[in-house]
């Protein structure tokens, strides 16, 4: 049986792809979206359990389409965890502040990555 689906917001493919594979061995069904503007719209329309959310995107970035998810009565319960290349303590601080439940580092370690999905989906 599938386990909760989860959302994949990042505008690298090659990084989509790597946490798909990832999360789909573990079970999960795993949606895409190459920017922050289609990722806020997959949201609203499939409701995932999860969103892994990249910082640094064109057309809306990982901040912004954040602070739209939780605006928005629809998606405001969903977890996002950020992703990004940055590991600045001030990033940090401002992503966790904007109401992300984490931040990891890219390149994201695919056992962190299944722990830390595990953890917060309530599986561990």
């Not at 999360?23 to 997959?42: F, I, M, S, T």
């Not at 390149?107 to 599986?123: F, H, K, N, R, Y």
Request: glycine share 8%; net charge negative; charged share 25%.
């Amino acid at each position: 049986m599938a386990k909760e689906m989860i959302l994949i917001v990042d505008d690298s493919l090659l990084i989509r792809k790597i946490t798909q594979a990832t999360l789909q061995k573990q079970g999960y069904v795993v949606l895409q979206a190459g920017d922050g503007r289609e990722g806020v719209n997959l949201a609203r329309r499939e409701k995932p359990a999860l969103v892994l959310m990249d910082l640094e995107m064109p057309e809306m970035g990982g901040l912004e389409a954040l602070a739209q998810l939780k605006a928005d009565a629809l998606t405001s319960a969903i977890p996002v965890v950020i992703l990004s290349g940055s590991d600045a303590v001030a990033d940090r601080r401002q992503v966790l502040a904007s109401g992300a439940l984490e931040m990891l580092p890219k390149p994201v370690d695919p056992a962190t990555l299944v722990s830390l999905v595990s953890q917060i989906l309530g599986e561990s």
